[in-house]
T-cell receptor, first 111, second 117 residues
């Protein structure tokens, strides 16, 4: 079983739609959670951290359910520029701080 | 956010040659940098953790003699792919860790696309 699992998609939605991505992680000791965005052939860029109480940044809302080991990202009013791959990322605390990446969920926003 | 650069952005080499990739933190000092590899349509896989002034820590299955890492200063880590073969062709990305008030954040370099012929 992968440490971080995501639906690969693609999610194909019209502009203005609301879309939600889910992610599950297997290590219950994980402490930090993030959503990164990766455009084609580019490096990942931090979209937002995910806090236990849930957090919002403009059109983006992230939530964490520690009991279910589940993370979500909601995008409202999708823009064409939101088309990208969204990576769910979890830290792994062993001897040092390490990030474990999901394989990503691809989003395509059409006009 | 913090800026991390990588050089070169793209390299094509013949099988058997060695390739050095540089990762620099431009506006901050990074005691810890990370090297990842990403194959097409796959997730980033951590190869090793690079610590300034000490030996790198390699992930299971990554050959330390093939992927040489040097972190000689607080702003520079290098990855050398020795005796590269076509199966080493991949997107190599480094990141640098920045300590935050509640959690550390990794900022990524733009990546190096390696093609071994």
């Amino acid at each position: 079983r992968k440490e971080v699992e995501q639906d690969p998609g693609p999610f194909n939605v019209p502009e203005g739609a609301t879309v939600a991505f889910n992610c599950t992680y297997s290590n219950s000791a994980s402490q930090s959670f993030f959503w990164y965005r990766q455009d084609c052939r580019k490096e990942p860029k931090l979209l937002m951290s995910v806090y236990s109480s849930g957090n919002e940044d403009g059109r983006f809302t992230a939530q964490l359910n520690r009991a279910s080991q589940y993370i979500s990202l909601l995008i409202r009013d999708s823009k064409l520029s939101d088309s990208a791959t969204y990576l769910c990322v979890v830290n792994r605390m062993d001897s040092s701080y390490k990030l474990i990446f999901g394989s990503g969920t691809r989003l395509l926003v059409r006009p | 956010g913090a800026v991390v650069s990588q050089h070169p952005s793209r390299v094509i080499c013949k099988s058997g040659t060695s390739v050095k990739i540089e990762c620099r933190s431009l506006d901050f000092q990074a005691t810890t940098m990370f090297w990842y590899r990403q194959f097409p349509k796959k997730s980033l896989m951590l190869m090793a953790t690079s610590n300034e002034g000490s030996k790198a820590t390699y992930e299971q299955g990554v050959e330390k003699d093939k992927f040489l890492i040097n972190h000689a200063s607080l702003t520079l880590s290098t990855l050398t792919v020795t005796s590269a073969h076509p199966e080493d062709s991949s997107f190599y990305i480094c990141s640098a860790e920045v300590a935050g008030p509640s959690t550390d954040t990794q900022y990524f370099g733009p990546g190096t696309r390696l093609t071994v012929l």
